[in-house]
Nanobody, 124 residues
């Protein structure tokens, strides 16, 4: 079992910043990669940012230059991923979800464990 808990969402004015965090916990061997998705009202869920297999960050075109994904690799917090969001726009308003692909304790690979999401609202 893997639990992903996001935090850091809230209400911010256009041009402002927020930093989202997502921490994975539970019974697993290791996390391979983590991503951020978002879903705005009436729209499909979309990938915002993530990591390729070699660890390079990737971003949706709509957030390039404004958002930064990072992963904490220190011993005690290596299961945490962040999303620094700057120059926020009203169209960034959405529920933001963290996902993780993991290796289980038995060596199996599991895709797409999801958190419960955190609301980000950009409005004046």
């Amino acid at each position: 079992q893997v639990q992903l808990v996001e935090s850091g969402g809230g209400l911010v004015q256009p041009g402002g910043s927020l930093r989202l965090s997502c921490t994975a916990s539970g019974s697993f061997s290791s996390i391979n990669t983590m991503h951020w998705y978002r879903q705005a009202p009436g729209k499909q869920r979309e990938l915002v940012a993530g990591f390729t297999r070699d660890g390079s960050p990737v971003y949706a075109d709509s957030v390039k230059g404004r958002f930064t994904i990072s992963r904490d690799n220190t011993k005690n917090t290596k299961n945490t991923v962040y999303l620094q969001m700057n120059s926020l726009k009203p169209e960034d308003t959405a529920v933001y979800y963290c996902t993780a692909d993991i290796f289980t304790t038995t060596g199996a690979y599991e895709y797409d464990h999801w958190g419960q999401g955190t609301q980000v609202t950009v409005s004046s």
